[in-house]
């Protein structure tokens, strides 16, 4: 089973709307870490946003927040304002385990393709 | 400038060749990761290491391998290339173990396998 799942592959927004990315995961761990990167088309991958499993507010980072639902196991990005540098491949990723566990790595999604339109 | 530097940014090599891509973590991070990032298989999860030791290991293939120097640079190793091997790969450093305070990816490096 996919431990997390994005079920947009491709998603379009006009320019200065707002834009919603879906991100479910599945964990069975009490602790661990929601993250969404970005991917522009030069390949790098941008850190945006972060949410803790016992984070109670929903995190903010400028224009993106996180849309934390831990009793459905979702994790939306909502990004405000869109703006035509907003194009790109969008990540959700979970890092699992309790601190001692040993292993932290990232498990990403396939990715959302977001694009604005102007 | 992410502060995780990644070398070569783009190679090309012939099947059945050996390469080697190298990372040099965010100054102060004692962890890195390694990414496969591929069309067919999305973005999986290699190995990584803390502070010179081998710590969890992922999808790597046993014709790949890696290690960390005492400078905390890290190299990883692809041996016997396929033409399946062509992806991005992705280093990414973090302070301690457990990635509590994050994750920093460097800019990949893009091996095309001719």
């Known amino acids: 089973a996919q431990k997390i799942t994005q079920t947009q592959p491709g998603m379009f927004v006009q320019e200065k709307e707002a834009v919603t990315l879906d991100c479910t995961y599945d964990t069975s761990d009490q602790s661990y870490g929601l993250f969404w990167y970005k991917q522009p088309s030069s390949g790098e991958m941008i850190f945006l946003i972060y949410q803790g499993s016992y984070d109670e507010q929903n995190a903010t980072e400028g224009r993106y927040s996180l849309n934390f639902q831990k009793a459905r196991k979702s994790a939306n990005l909502v990004i405000s304002a869109s703006q035509l540098g907003d194009s790109a491949m969008y990540f959700c990723a979970m890092r699992e385990g309790r601190v001692g566990a040993g292993s932290y790595q990232l498990t990403f999604g396939k990715g959302t393709k977001l694009s604005v339109i102007p | 400038d992410s502060g995780v530097t990644q070398t070569p940014k783009h190679l090309i090599t012939a099947t059945g060749q050996r390469v080697t891509l190298r990372c040099s973590p965010r100054?102060?991070?004692?962890?890195v990761y390694w990414y496969q990032q591929s069309l067919d298989q999305g973005l999986q999860f290699l190995i990584q290491?803390?502070?010179?030791?081998?710590?969890a290991k992922g999808n790597i293939l046993e014709r790949f391998s890696a290690q960390q120097f005492p400078d905390l640079h890290s190299e990883l190793n692809l041996s016997s290339l396929e033409l399946g091997d062509s992806a991005l790969y992705f280093c990414?450093?973090?302070?301690?173990?457990?990635?509590?305070?994050?994750?920093?990816f460097g800019s990949g490096t893009r091996l095309t396998v001719v």
């Open positions: 290491y803390y502070n010179g030791e081998e710590r």
């Open positions: 990414a450093s973090s302070v301690e173990m457990s990635g509590l305070y994050g994750y920093t």
């Open positions: 100054s102060g991070d004692l962890s």
